[in-house]
């Protein structure tokens, strides 16, 4: 699977034209542009960040202009967290007109194909998830749950659950190749969880699944995740190599461990670091690049966040 934390598009002005009001969609699939082109052209901008699979599903961290434009149909649903100041908005849909508060703690969900008119006085800050109806549909099989049932549209809905999950992102995006991807993988199926509870026209109720993992089939995650390979520390590789559905995987290792598999390698991280700034005289910029982290800042970053202090001062006191 193809990752990229900085793939940017340029926005287009060539596209389908705005609309004065928008209907549902009823073009395949193939005829709709992925979120984060559609994107691009009705906010004007680049993203400040953004990471994309191969599949356009991904998340994407922007800061725009006021909006007063069409959003077109596009060929994933888009979830949204808002991060700002708390202003009105308004969203039409054909004669419907829905008026909201942007908030922290509400969420916007624009279902695959569907259209809609903004009208959004002052700039924005908000971070967007893109996910593909083949993702809620696997979320939902593995979890043995009927077939998932269409999203609902939601404007500035109170949800602070899925808002924080989805604002917590922004941070995984560009930092660590391995340990974003994993983060991203499993915040991904999460919400995708999150959604199919709460935001669905037939609620879904997941079954508590009991049971860890078995002493062999941990080991051998705990030396993928130890690898100095990144492809052998994806999701999907761990889960195979178990014999279970990503959704299984994370909570039965989750059940051995204490820790989700993201929390598990970042620890891990962490105590090579210490072991490298303890114990030999690397720079703090090779040590970041020896784990794999983009910049000496993204790493300094992510260890203050996990210690309280930069690498540069725990190395001194801890020498």
Known sequence: MIESSTLMRNPSHNGVPSAPGAQPDDGSTSE???ADAEMARVLRTEPARIALDSSGAGIAHWKHDPLHDVVEPMSHHVI??????MQRMERRSGKSVAIGTFRPGVVIIIPEGSSSRWDIPKPVDVVQLYLPNATLKRVADEAGTAK??????RTAHPDPITSRLLLSAADA?????????????????LLATRLLVAHTGSPTNFQQTMGGLSPKVLLRAIERLRSDSDADISLDALASDAGLSRFHFCRAF??????????WLRQHRLEQAMNMLRESDESVVSVAAALGYSSQTAFAAAFKKLTGETPSDWRRRMR
């Open 32 to 34: 709709r542009r992925a």
């Open 173 to 189: 995006l560009g930092g660590n190749g391995a340990l974003d991807t994993l983060f991203r993988h499993q915040l991904t199926d």
């Open 148 to 153: 998932p049932a269409d999203l609902l549209e």
């Open 80 to 85: 949204m967290a808002y991060n700002g100041m």
């Open 254 to 263: 989750k059940e051995s461990t204490g820790l989700s598999p993201h929390a």
